[in-house]
Structure formats: structure tokens, C-alpha cells
């Protein structure tokens, strides 16, 4: 059975593990200090062309989630999030056991607008008797495969700073939103139009691994005591950095993304060639074909992947994702099976 | 101005503050030892008909449902609450400032019912990635003025049992939900068919105060450090037991309950009587008439009420609520206003 | 039985009771927007002598210790106490459940002293692996009994500011502080030289109520939000401001602190003039004589008192506390009783 | 500059890597369901002997304790730990961030027993006004390098057990612990005389990694919940699984807990030769000499250690500490460097 059903069921780009295995036995101080750390940051910063960032690098999403969240808000402060958003459908709670809440906003794609947040500070003005909004949660890409424009973001980040509230984006698919071609956003320019974003490590490439940017360090000049105290500062935090080191060398974490996104671009032109529509556009790296029942389950046999919607008796919507790793003969044999499935 | 604006616009009954002044210099032992607050809990075990339960006086609504949810919910469970809870929309995070989220249900009526709960179970079962539903919080009377009758509480409680969750009653107006004649429940009822559920007092007489029964001692054994520890346990608890003592000698919360829905039902009644509907069934204390805004402009002059919702151009909903000290002459004055705005 | 073990026996001042009375069915908005609050706020602010100041009304002292720590502290942030200080002796872990460490000072009297701190702050350098020390927490007067002279306020003041803490003052007994005639400090001292502290009114002569003063407005500009998170904004907030308007009326709770010292002194002059010596100076309402346990025991039979500790097989220290509400007429009868039990 | 400072210092154990890159690109299900983890869930079992454990890996100790003392603590318990304890001395109020108050007990050589915890208990009985203690936190090797005996273990088990509180050892350094000719304490002993316990792999061999071992299933049967909450559920959880599988074939954890001590004996040995004493007997991988200011000056422009406390003008104890990659060259290096510097 082959897995289209995450990003994550292999290891790490083996330049990575050539990487560990070339530095294993250097000495080098912990807690984050290592050398390797510090290239990874100075690369990052080129590629942020923002040197007044600050970065730090953690081991997973929800711990980013709640470390960003915890550090930013006040006791009596909301971050606002699609409905859908990682830190309210998939997190555990982990927001609200840092005592806030999070404010949601149903939306059809997985995006906050500027109307609908609105809407939200609207329902969030009777003070003191609810939570004050403070804080835009969006991920990019999205839960659901969408992805931010260049002005859509423009406009939210313009958004934010008229009224007062921080812009952070969830970045653990952020190299697919990048480098998908209807995308116009640029790692820099991320660093002028959200307050703090992470580049997502572990659904790219790494064995685990996001970097959080701070595009103001003075947004959070005791970041590092927060990290420690919610568990998130790896004794041996050379583990972080040489990966993203090795991940911004020549492009890598660029290339990785561009074949996750290629390889589900593949299947989903050979699905619309047979005819089958979307749930929404095929954008990333995430696709949500309709097909009919009886192709799914022959699919089934060989493929894993998440049943995502039924629509009727005979019809469903399944999600596909590929990542990094995703083998293109598979991809081919996949298109092969689902030909022979409809036929 | 007169106020229909709230429920605790004034102090406290008479007999209140006459036994303060009775009592006051008798010495006492603090933190709720004292004899008052003894005999306030005796006499409440007698309605309740439940000498195993557990019961704890503290001053307000948003403290006493922090505390039921902080000492009885697991860092991983949540609480299930109509999107109209007044955990939800009044209590500025104070179940997620605990480290809980609250999780909502839309609703017409404020009320909880079985098949709305069971799709939220399900819609919260990607266990370990989503919070644990555990809790089922309702409010009787609810914050737009329905009420839980016998057959839907048992129904709720059957439902809770089998599904192992518990059942927690909001009760700060829990007088006017019982001595509605639409209602068929009892205290002794919510003894049986909730797990706990507080009887409100700073809605119905008291200067402060709220009685938390846990209807089995077992449920929350050091209950005690956690009224400690969350800032609820007055050094003279005997202001609270007083209160309570009073409220419950001669069924003294019952006419007070009963007062404040009579007055509002009269003036119901009235307002019926020319012709205008309501946004639901007035039934306790809290009714929301659809008014002409021309009618409502010229009451606003003389009365303060909250102006709800617009339904269009011309017409809008108000809110009135009535409470134990509503005098009757006044309502009969904004009747006979409102007739004279209608003409 | 008469009740030296505390000084929350009784109710509250006459006066109280009798304006609770007199303004009972005036109607008036809640939480704390009621024109008495408003009135007492003023009232307090003069005595201050600081217009700059923001006051808000809690229902006690737990209360107050962990809205102020948890509005004012960020999450790595840490307050330092004495080990004897009510916040880490008396409040079941209030301030840790709101998430910060407390660094205990070990002291001979219940009194912070810079070197001691400047210790502390030694043992807590190693970033980021250790909380941050913000901010001094200290009682005035003390938990056992001892107060903080001008001087001593003003050197502790300017530490703090040289080593950016915040300084907070518990003022539980702070009517017995000021009034001593040990001090020589006023509520404008108070004012100049903390950041933050409390007027304690259950302790003298209310029913509950401390009033918490922000020196400067900017401190806390929205703890409004916090009071109502936690569960302390009260429905019926006249409750409050009508205490403190009485309190700060014609100085009485100036004369109800003065009247508490004096019979505390009264008794230690008896026992100071039969050769008894003291654990520490008696200085404020509560005393610790050194007595033979003949004595004690002999006591034991007509009084409550708090067993402080055993000095030998034959002697033992003890408590005695007296409060605004004490008898002249039986600490006379205590004096006779003790010179009886020593002859 | 060799670094003797912590032993955290390198990478990982080659075994290790070898197996990252073997497995690298098998797909496996993410969040710990992969086939490692299973495997060295089986093999950790066999080690305990107890198949009615349940094992959680995670990434560090501090997210280990927290996790640990989140998910078994009420709201108003408290964890007993040494003054020395790595809780209370190095992980940023983890503790308190989560709610709990721990309790502190002056030690000499970091370990705790009955007397130092019957004498806190003493202290924390004025039930509800102080927390409750429940649990007692232990690290085996100590933060200062001492271990417990099995006869140390079982006394602290069964004075545990009498009085209703959880034991929890942390076992950073576990492997040095147990491996020491000192240790009479097996793996199994750990899973019968402790509740709850860790087996430290980032201190021994592996990238960073620690095995969680409730030895009662039942003890937090829905931990997997509060992984997930606190960011420590990684979505490759495969690379902790494959380490501790690799750590435990063929006894490897121990072989290098054992190397790590052996480099530190001898150390010792050489340094007692010499004539010199140690704040306390070299057992573990941490030493901790006295030796002369000059020489501590001379060795210190070769090897970096960390200099623990003067002694005198002259004299000062340092700390060494070694690990599983300590390269014996270099510590037959040092000897020879210390002699000279005596000489």
C-alpha cells in the first residue's frame, strides 16, 4: 500500500542525514548556540532580507502554535482563526490550556478575509464581559490546499494594523504555498507582511523541524525563556539547525516543495482529463478529487488516503497528498490504476 | 429612567439585611465554618431532598462556573455549551483562562438538546488531535429567557449518563426557570437529573452570592482548595450563608422568583394585548417584544431597556427583564405608556 | 469562648450595614459602574493624593494577590516573597495555578530587605533556563505582625526601580500598619513608592472588599478584562463602593485600625508588666507572647487563640489577634484572667 | 578545547544514524503508530519486565516533567522535589506554567528520603489554605551525581505508597544511575518502586529522546491527549522509536552509560592519586574535585568545564562531566595535563 494520506511518512532528505553524520562528532554548545544554528539563521535572514529578525527553532506545529500564542498574548486576549485552522481543529486544545481562547470564523476555503473578521470584532466589544480579539491566526498554505496571494496577504497585513491586532501565519506547509505557480509570495516578503510566521520543516524535508520569525525582535525579546519553559529548547539543538542549514543550501527546501506540488499536479490533471471535478482548485500539495464511489474503493486496494466527504450514494471526496518523497513512478501507476478503475 | 434593563439594578432583600444587622456582631468561625452558613446548607438539603450532596456558597456566576469546570475537567476534556452560554459569551475566557475550551453549539433557543450534542461528539472524536468532550453545561433559566421542562432534563441526563458525560446546570436565574407555571421541575429534580448545578442568589435577592451543589459528595471531595486557590472563599463566609439562610426560610426565593415573572408576564401580557409578537414564548423574567421603533423611542425616554436586534426599517426587538424588586407601579406606568405610544 | 484567633469574627461596621440600608432600592448600573463606587473612588484617590491612580474593588484578599500577579506578570515572569508572605503560605498555590513561580525569601521578622532579594536575584541569572524575577511582593503590615517604616519603603522602592521589579504591597492589614504609632507612613506614601497595592477592608470593618490601587493608570490599563476573567467583577458592585465610602468617610476606618492596635497594646503592656517578652516587638493587632503553658492552658478555657509554636516543655508562644470589633470590656476581663493564671 | 561541560555535546550514537538512513524511506503512520516505536515499546517491556506499562517517547526531560506532572496532578496538587531538583533549579517555571506548585526540601547531596518529606508534609496540612501535596519528584543520578540504592528506593516506594503520593523519578541520566558498580537498582526494580519514570536517551546515545514509563497503564490512560496538547506528539514520532530501538538492542544504553562512567572513574582516580578530595564521592558520569585555584586555571586553557564554587582564596571545586562519546585519548590527556599542572 502506497501513502497518499500525509507529508510525513518518510525520514529526511538524505542530505540531511549525510549532514548529521558529517558533524556527529563535533563538540558543540547546546540549547540552540551550536554553530550550525547560527548559519541556519544568518541563511535564513538573506532569504527573509530582513537581519532585524529573530529566529528560533522548534521541533513541531503545535508546539510553535502554543509557544508564539503563549509569548504574544495578554490573560484576557483572543487570536482569531478559520474554523477550520490547525490551532482549533487539530491541536488539542493546546491554545485554550494557555488561556486563550481561539475566535472562529466559518469560511468555504479555509481563508480569512477582512469581512469576516469584521464580523468577528463586532461579536468581540462588549468589554470586559468577552475576551479582546489581538491576534489573526491563518495558515498558508491552508488546511484545505488554498493558498494566500501577494495582495490578498497586502491586504490582511494592512487590515491587522489598523486595528491593532498581530498577523501570524502557520507555515508548516509554507514551502508548498510558495512554489506553487499561482503563487506571487515571496519568503521576504512574509517578513514585511505578517508580524511572526514558521517555516514548516518536518512536511518539507526534515525529520522534524519548524523556524519561527519573528520579523521584529523586539516583538518578543525573551522569547528564549518561553521556549524553555514549554519544553521546546532540544538539549542538543544542533539537531534543528543543521537541517534547516542543509534545507536552505542551494534551494533544497524550494525543490522539495516544487516536487510535492508537481506530483499532485500531475494527478490532478489526469483526474480532470477523465472528467472528475474538484472540491476546491488543486493548488498545493493537497488535492480533493470527487470521484465515484466504486473508483475509490478500487483505489483503496492499493492506495491509503482520507475519505475526506461523501456527497451521495454514489459519489465521495478524497484527499490526496504527496510530499517531498513522493515517488513519480508511483504517481504514474496511481493515474494508471484510476484510468483502469473508470474503464 | 426606571431600569428593565438588568436583574441587579438593586440590593438585597429586606430580610437580608435585617439579619445582618441581627447577627453581625455575633463571633463566628471564617471561610464558611460558621453556624449561618451550617444552617443555610441543612435547610437547602431538605429541598433538594439529597442529604449526600455537596454544597458550597461563593459570590458570583462567572466564579462559580470556573471553578465547577477547573476542579472537575481533565487538562485534555472540554465542555459543551450553546453558543449562547453565558460562559461563552459573557465570562471573558474564564473556562479557557483554566486551560479548557468551551466547545459551541448554535441553537434558536439557547437550549442544549440530545442530537445537536451527539453531532458535536462526532464531530470531536480524532482522538488524541482534538480535545475530549466531557462536560455538557446549560443554563436554566437559559440567557434568552427559555426554560428546560422535567421530560427534556431527564432526556439530557440519559443522554449525558450513557455517553459519560457529565451534566452541569448554569442556575443563576434558576428561581424564575422553576416558578414558571410552564415549568414541571423542581429543586429536588435537578438534585436527581444534574451531576452539579448552582441556585443563583445575586439575581433573586441577594447582594452576592451563589449556592454550587454537587448532588454527590464524591464528585468533588477537595472542592474546598480549589475555592481557595481561585480566590472564592470569603473570609466571612457568613455573608453567604445569611443570605442563603434567608432566601430559603419560608420559600422566600420562590416568591421573589415568582414576583419577577409575574411582573414580567403582566406586562407581557400587555404588550400581546396590542397586537405585537415576540422573538420567543415570554416565559420567565426576560422577554423580548417586537416593537414598532417609533414605540420604542418614545419608552426609551422613560425606561431603560437593551435594544436587542433590528428587524427592519421600522421595527425592532427589545429586551425587558423584571426581577424580585420590579415595582408594580411602574409597571403598570410603562403599560399604560406604551398604550398611549401605540395610539 | 471569646475569639482572639482572628479579625474577621464579626461582621462589618454599623455604619456599613446602615448605608447598605439606606441605598438599597436605589437602582443603580452593575459591575461596579454604580455612583458609590464612583463616589469611594474619588474619596480614596484624595487620600492618595494621586488622580493618576486606577482603583478597582475585589471581594478579597486571594483574589487581589492573583489578578494583580496574573495581569502584570508575562508567562516567564516571577514574583519574590517572603517565605512567610500570604501568597505562599495561605492561598493554595493561587498564583501558581495562574502560572508563575513565587521565590520565597527566608526572613526573621516577615520583611523583605534588599540584600536578601539582590540574592535572590543572584540565584536566578541562568537565562533561560530560570524564571525571570519582576517583581517584590511584600505585606504591610506583615503576616506576623511587623511593619515597613518610610525609610525602609523608600529603599525597597528604589531597588526596585534600579533592577526593573515591580513593587506590590499586600495591604490585608494595612489600616494596622499605617495606624501604629511605630509608623511613619501614609497612604500617599504609598502611592509614591510601590506600584501597586491594597487597602484591606475585611479586615477592618467590612464585610468583604479590598480596594486595589495601580499607582499609575498605564500599569494595568485593562484590568477590567482580568477582573471579569477571574471571576471577581461582582454583579452588585455598590456591595463594594458602599463600603469603602463609609470606610474613607470621616476616617473611620483610620479610627477602627487605631481602636484594633490599641487593645493589642493594651495587652501587651498586661503582659509585658507581669515579665512575659514577646517573639517579636508588638507592634500592630497581632502579638506573640512568650508564656508558661500554665498559663496558656488556663486561657485556653475562656479565649481562642492561635498555639504559635513551643518554645520548651514549660513554654510556648501564642497569638493573639484583635480587630476593630474587639470589647474593650472582655480584654480587660483577658488581663484580670492572665494575672490570675500567673499568681 | 575539549569539552567536558555537559555531555550533550555530540551527536548521536552511529548505530543510530546507520539505522535513520536504512529506514529513511520506508512510509510509515505518523505520531508514534509506526512499526519502531511498537518494536521498541516490546523491547523496553522486556527490560522492565512488565507488559502492563505503557511507554511514551518524547523529545526532552523538561517537556517529559511537565507533561507528566500536568497529566497526574489536580489543580490544587503540589510535586515535592530536592531544593537541587532539575524542576525546580533548571526548566523555567515549567511547572508552575502548567499550574503546580512545587515543594521544596533543602538537600546535601541532592536526594530525597522519608524524614526531609514527613517534614514538609507537616508543613502543608492547614487544609484548604495551602496546596496539597501528591507526588515526589526524584532524579536517579541526582543533578549533583548521586544515585539511589534499591534499599534508598523501596523505603521512599513504601512511605509513598502509606501516604497517597505518586513517586516520579527522572531519569536524564539514567543510564549512568543504574550503570555505576554503586547500583544495586535494575530497569525492572524502576517498574516496580515507582509509579512513573523516564529512561534519559538524549544524555545517552541519542539525538534527543525520552522514554516516558507510566508501570500502570491505568495510571493516565488518555496521556496520549496531553502529548498531543502540549506540542510533544511529533508527527515522525519514527525517529524517536528508532532510536530507542536501536539504544536497547544489544544493551547499547548500557554499554554507554558504562563508558561514560569509566571515563569519569577514571578521572577520579587519578585525581585521588594526586591527593585531592570531591564535594562528594565520584559515582556517575559527574565529578565534582577540589582542587587548587592554579591548576583549576591551567587545565581550564585546554578543557572547558564549569567551575561549581569557591572554596577559598585558593581552592575551588569544579564540575567534570563525561558521556557515552568521551574520547578516552583525551582523558588520558587531561590526567596527564592535571599532573603536570601540579608538579
Same mark, same amino acid.
Given at each position: 500500500?502506497?501513502?497518499?494520506?500525509?507529508?510525513?511518512?518518510?525520514?529526511?532528505?538524505?542530505?540531511?542525514?549525510?549532514?548529521?553524520?558529517?558533524?556527529?562528532?563535533?563538540?558543540? @554548545?547546546?540549547?540552540?548556540?551550536?554553530?550550525?544554528?547560527?548559519? %541556519?539563521?544568518?541563511?535564513?535572514?538573506?532569504?527573509?532580507?530582513?537581519?532585524?529578525?529573530?529566529?528560533?527553532?522548534?521541533?513541531?506545529? =503545535?508546539?510553535?502554535?502554543?509557544?508564539?500564542? %503563549?509569548? #504574544? *498574548?495578554?490573560?484576557?486576549?483572543?487570536?482569531?482563526?478559520?474554523?477550520?485552522?490547525?490551532?482549533?481543529?487539530?491541536?488539542?486544545?493546546?491554545?485554550? !490550556?494557555?488561556?486563550? /481562547?481561539?475566535?472562529?470564523?466559518?469560511?468555504?476555503?479555509?481563508?480569512?478575509?477582512?469581512?469576516?473578521?469584521? !464580523?468577528? #470584532?463586532?461579536?468581540?466589544?462588549?468589554?470586559?464581559?468577552?475576551? +479582546?480579539?489581538?491576534?489573526?491566526?491563518i495558515s498558508n498554505a491552508t488546511e484545505v490546499g488554498s493558498i494566500y496571494?501577494?495582495?490578498?496577504?497586502?491586504?490582511?497585513?494592512? $487590515?491587522?494594523?489598523?486595528?491593532?491586532?498581530?498577523?501570524?501565519?502557520?507555515?508548516? /506547509?509554507?514551502?508548498?504555498?510558495?512554489? =506553487? @505557480? +499561482?503563487?506571487?509570495?515571496?519568503?521576504?516578503?512574509?517578513?514585511?507582511? =505578517?508580524?511572526?510566521?514558521?517555516?514548516?520543516?518536518?512536511?518539507?524535508?526534515?525529520?522534524?523541524?519548524?523556524?519561527?520569525? $519573528?520579523?521584529?525582535?523586539? *516583538? %518578543? @525579546?525573551?522569547?528564549?525563556?518561553?521556549?524553555?519553559?514549554?519544553?521546546?529548547?532540544?538539549?542538543?539543538?544542533?539537531?534543528?539547525?543543521?537541517?534547516?542549514?542543509?534545507?536552505?543550501?542551494?534551494?533544497?527546501?524550494?525543490?522539495?516543495? =516544487?516536487?510535492?506540488?508537481?506530483?499532485?499536479?500531475?494527478? !490532478?490533471?489526469?483526474?480532470?482529463?477523465?472528467?472528475?471535478?474538484?472540491?476546491?482548485?488543486?493548488v498545493t500539495n493537497q488535492i480533493f478529487p470527487i470521484l465515484p464511489k466504486?473508483?475509490?474503493?478500487?483505489?483503496?486496494n492499493k492506495y491509503l488516503f482520507y475519505q475526506w466527504k461523501e456527497i451521495?450514494?454514489?459519489?465521495?471526496?478524497?484527499?490526496?497528498?504527496?510530499?517531498? !518523497?513522493?515517488?513519480?513512478?508511483?504517481?504514474?501507476?496511481?493515474?494508471?490504476?484510476?484510468?483502469?478503475?473508470?474503464?
Amino acid at each position: 500500500m502506497y501513502n497518499f494520506r500525509n507529508d510525513y511518512s518518510e525520514g529526511a532528505h538524505p542530505n540531511i542525514l549525510q549532514k548529521l553524520i558529517t558533524t556527529n562528532l563535533q563538540q558543540q @554548545p547546546g540549547y540552540g548556540d551550536d554553530v550550525y544554528s547560527e548559519q %541556519a539563521k544568518i541563511l535564513l535572514k538573506k532569504h527573509l532580507e530582513n537581519f532585524n529578525a529573530a529566529i528560533h527553532f522548534v521541533s513541531g506545529g =503545535t508546539q510553535t502554535n502554543l509557544l508564539v500564542i %503563549a509569548a #504574544l *498574548l495578554k490573560v484576557h486576549e483572543a487570536v482569531i482563526s478559520a474554523h477550520t485552522g490547525h490551532i482549533f481543529s487539530h491541536e488539542t486544545g493546546a491554545i485554550e !490550556a494557555v488561556g486563550h /481562547r481561539i475566535i472562529t470564523i466559518e469560511t468555504t476555503n479555509g481563508k480569512l478575509q477582512q469581512q469576516c473578521i469584521e !464580523a468577528a #470584532l463586532k461579536n468581540y466589544q462588549l468589554r470586559p464581559h468577552i475576551v +479582546k480579539p489581538k491576534m489573526v491566526y491563518i495558515s498558508n498554505a491552508t488546511e484545505v490546499g488554498s493558498i494566500y496571494t501577494k495582495a490578498e496577504l497586502i491586504a490582511l497585513w494592512e $487590515f491587522c494594523q489598523t486595528n491593532n491586532l498581530l498577523l501570524f501565519m502557520d507555515g508548516a /506547509r509554507l514551502g508548498n504555498a510558495l512554489m =506553487t @505557480p +499561482k503563487s506571487d509570495v515571496t519568503l521576504a516578503d512574509l517578513s514585511k507582511y =505578517t508580524d511572526v510566521f514558521y517555516i514548516g520543516g518536518t512536511k518539507n524535508g526534515a525529520l522534524l523541524g519548524e523556524a519561527i520569525v $519573528f520579523n521584529n525582535q523586539s *516583538l %518578543a @525579546p525573551e522569547f528564549d525563556y518561553v521556549l524553555k519553559q514549554k519544553g521546546a529548547l532540544l538539549a542538543k539543538g544542533r539537531l534543528l539547525g543543521i537541517q534547516f542549514l542543509e534545507l536552505f543550501t542551494n534551494d533544497l527546501y524550494f525543490q522539495l516543495a =516544487t516536487h510535492a506540488n508537481q506530483m499532485a499536479m500531475k494527478m !490532478a490533471t489526469a483526474i480532470s482529463a477523465l472528467g472528475f471535478g474538484f472540491l476546491s482548485e488543486p493548488v498545493t500539495n493537497q488535492i480533493f478529487p470527487i470521484l465515484p464511489k466504486k473508483v475509490i474503493e478500487s483505489l483503496a486496494n492499493k492506495y491509503l488516503f482520507y475519505q475526506w466527504k461523501e456527497i451521495d450514494a454514489e459519489t465521495a471526496i478524497i484527499r490526496l497528498i504527496t510530499s517531498w !518523497a513522493t515517488d513519480e513512478q508511483v504517481v504514474n501507476e496511481f493515474i494508471a490504476d484510476l484510468q483502469q478503475a473508470v474503464n
